[in-house]
């Protein structure tokens, strides 16, 4: 097998490892009472347990920071304006949701 066969071999080799990664998952819900409920995961069913979730203004600046629960949820005060949060799951697995996105 010359080199570039074995480059094109591996290549596919590969590819099951990356139809197996997890996606991660982030949905918030507006609760109607001034609070705002977000439950997190993972493609593969994996719990979001310890992800950390920021809670973000229109500029940037962290309003809110957490984890997700044992439950992988966290709720937080519905702030003023603007907002986006963000699961972050680690490098390459950033899920952000704007406040706009957010409704009962």
Request: aromatic fraction near 8%; proline fraction near 4%; hydrophobic fraction near 35%.
């Amino acid at each position: 097998m010359n080199k570039k066969q074995l480059s094109f071999a591996l290549m596919f080799s590969m590819m099951p490892l990356a139809a197996m990664a997890h996606t991660p998952l982030c949905s918030c819900y507006d609760n109607g009472d001034g609070t705002v409920l977000c439950e997190g995961g993972f493609s593969d069913g994996s719990s979001a347990a310890g992800v950390e979730l920021t809670v973000v203004d229109a500029n940037g600046k962290a309003l809110i920071n957490g984890k997700m629960s044992e439950d992988s949820e966290f709720e937080f005060n519905k702030p003023e304006g603007d907002y986006k949060v963000q699961f972050n799951a680690g490098p390459g697995h950033l899920v952000e949701i704007s406040s706009e996105d957010i409704t009962e």
